[in-house]
């Protein structure tokens, strides 16, 4: 691939990997310089990745191929590995995750009260400690299930989307906690979806 179409985007003061240092880099606040490039490789964290998606997502960009890199010695394949669709899982907002969404009892609570369906199959429906949302590399896109203790269900059902409508949750999306409780969320499978570099 030419050199010319590949750029960096580091979050932080983060390490690029020596073999990706003749590259530009970019701040991934700047949506005009992201679109810029047909090939964007991600220095950082899942949620860092999911900060670059979705800026491409509301600048109409899913045509641009992202790569993520998480440590230092990795990079060199990301100029070379082919560029893979795979779902693309927003919430309401327009918020992309990556790795995980948490919907969890808001301060003062000691369980998350509501009832949630992925699809039209009930997950739960009256009190749990909290529910986890990951997205899945293949169709139908995503996977949620309710967990107790460590945040890691023993159940799991797949669909296109989860929805919650509760008394109150507090949201975490890819470790990042939401600001306040809302009584509903939602995250589903975007219509189109991302060019994942290499398997993630």
């Not at 301060?107 to 529910?131: C, I, P, S, W």
């Amino acid at each position: 691939m030419d050199l010319s179409t590949v750029a960096i985007v580091r979050l932080g003061q983060r390490r690029v990997p020596r073999a990706l240092r003749d590259l530009p880099v970019l701040d991934s606040a700047d949506a005009d310089g992201l679109v810029g490039y047909r090939r964007l490789v991600v220095v950082g964290t899942h949620r860092d990745l999911s900060q670059v998606l979705t800026r491409l997502l509301r600048a109409d960009r899913l045509d641009i191929e992202v790569a993520h890199v998480r440590h230092p010695w990795q990079g060199r394949r990301t100029r070379t590995q082919a560029a893979t669709r795979v779902p693309l899982i927003r919430d309401e907002t327009g918020a992309v995750i990556t790795e995980a969404a948490l919907w969890l009892a808001p301060a003062g609570q000691r369980t998350l009260r509501g009832e949630a369906v992925v699809d039209d199959e009930r997950l739960f429906d009256g009190e749990v400690t909290g529910v986890r949302v990951e997205p899945t590399a293949a169709m139908p896109g995503l996977r949620a299930g309710v967990f107790s203790g460590r945040a890691r269900p023993k159940r799991w059902i797949s669909g296109r989307a989860a929805q919650l409508g509760t008394t109150g949750t507090l949201v975490v999306r890819d470790g990042v906690p939401g600001k306040r409780p809302v009584r509903r969320s939602t995250f589903y499978r975007h219509t189109e979806g991302w060019l994942r570099v290499g398997r993630g």
